[in-house]
């Protein structure tokens, strides 16, 4: 099967709508950009996953096999995904670079981290809505550093 997914850098229209003051969660830097891989999802918006070096919990894809990796936890944190409607919000002028071994990398795991990223998605949404809730310390685990709640009016929570 192949996956629609792309690279992007988020725009600061998107840092100008989402200003780390306010939303703490968002993994800005000062001076980097914001890269991310972007799925589309099954409802009418876009999942931004973003690169991380340095990862210290399970909600993640993990680089095992990436030079960077073996110096430290690198990997596409979930916790800190972005869900976006407006396209905007994506720089399309400039292009994402990531380390040629964690894109190799990614490419190669791109059906399990499509499937991980919007089980994680599909889990949050399930349980705000009270489709499925999952028990308050698996919640509290899972999604306490989460970035989802800044996105409910997307997600029609």
Known sequence: MKYNSKLYLLSTK????YPPSIYPELMYKQGRPYA????????DYFI?????????HKNAFMFTGTA??????SGLDYSKIAIIKDMDYFNTDAKAIID????SEMIKNIPA??????NYVDTYINHMKGISPIHPDMFARK???STLPYFHDIMKI
């Not at 996953?49 to 990862?55: E, L």
């Not at 981290?113 to 919007?118: F, P, S, Y």
Request: aromatic letters at 12%; a positive charge; hydrophobic letters at 30%.
């Open 14 to 17: 998107f840092v100008q709508d």
């Open 113 to 118: 981290i499509v499937q991980e990223a919007n």
């Open 68 to 73: 960077r990796s073996r110096k430290s936890k």
């Open 143 to 145: 999604y306490q550093y």
């Open 100 to 103: 040629q071994d964690e894109y």
């Open 36 to 43: 991310c891989l972007l799925i589309p999802s099954h409802d």
């Open 48 to 56: 931004c996953i973003p690169f991380r070096s340095s990862i210290r």
